[in-house]
């Protein structure tokens, strides 16, 4: 890599406001908050979805089918008789 054309890669601790999870990486990313885990000062990102809250991940929420959408897609595009 050439020198002075990168941004800084520091540490970052991404932390789910949910769920107070936390998740330690390496970004580009900048906060004001910082905070020292296992002797290491990690900038703190605060996020309000994560992996660990997000429905699709959680399997919490799943697509109920209550308006008839299938049916409705099946009367429309189904196989007509000649």
Same mark, same amino acid.
């Given at each position: 890599?050439?020198?002075?054309?990168?941004?800084?890669?520091?540490?970052?601790?991404? +932390?789910?406001?949910?769920?107070?999870?936390?998740?330690? $990486?390496?970004?580009?990313?900048?906060?004001?908050? +910082?905070?020292?885990?296992?002797?290491?000062?990690?900038?703190?990102?605060?996020?309000?979805? $994560? %992996?660990?809250?997000?429905? %699709?991940? $959680?399997?919490?929420?799943?697509?109920?089918? $209550?308006?008839?959408?299938?049916?409705?897609?099946?009367?429309?595009?189904?196989?007509?008789?000649?």
């Amino acid at each position: 890599m050439k020198d002075k054309i990168h941004p800084d890669y520091k540490p970052v601790c991404f +932390v789910d406001v949910s769920t107070g999870a936390r998740f330690l $990486t390496r970004s580009t990313m900048r906060s004001k908050q +910082v905070e020292t885990i296992d002797g290491v000062e990690y900038q703190m990102i605060v996020r309000d979805i $994560t %992996a660990d809250s997000h429905p %699709a991940y $959680t399997g919490e929420k799943r697509f109920v089918d $209550t308006a008839g959408r299938v049916e409705k897609f099946q009367k429309k595009f189904g196989r007509r008789r000649a």
